[in-house]
Nanobody, 119 residues
Framework: QVQLVESGGGLVQPGGSLRLSCAAS????????TGWFRQAPGKEREGVSC???????YYADSVQGRFTISRDNAKNTVYLQMNSLKPEDTAVYYC?????????????WGQGTQVTVSA
């Protein structure tokens, strides 16, 4: 059974940093692409970042240069390091996997973790 558990969200001031974790069980993450998505209140879900099976990384323009996605195969975990956070980064962040590539649909999703950027 595939299970994804996100953690690391919280309240942070503008300019601060957080690191989100997406821990997987029931399969190994490196056989699939894994992505981070977010959904703010009243807005549609948007893709934030993705790491392919080969380790290629992709970022939305809004987070390029501030966020970094990485994967630790030994821990079967994907991370999203978020720096220089802005109030507009406030959202529920979800990780997703079971995709053959970052351009495919994702078959498994985590429960989400809240990120709030506010003074």
């Amino acid at each position: 059974q595939v299970q994804l558990v996100e953690s690391g969200g919280g309240l942070v001031q503008p300019g601060g940093s957080l690191r989100l974790s997406c821990a997987a069980s029931g399969f190994t993450l490196d056989v699939y692409a894994t992505g981070w998505f977010r959904q703010a209140p009243g807005k549609e879900r948007e893709g934030v970042s993705c790491i392919s099976t080969e380790g290629s990384t992709y970022y939305a323009d809004s987070v390029q240069g501030r966020f970094t996605i990485s994967r630790d195969n030994a821990k079967n975990t994907v991370y999203l390091q978020m720096n220089s956070l802005k109030p507009e980064d406030t959202a529920v962040y979800y990780c997703a996997t079971e995709a053959l590539s970052c351009q495919d649909s994702f078959g498994s999703w985590g429960q989400g973790t809240q990120v709030t950027v506010s003074a």
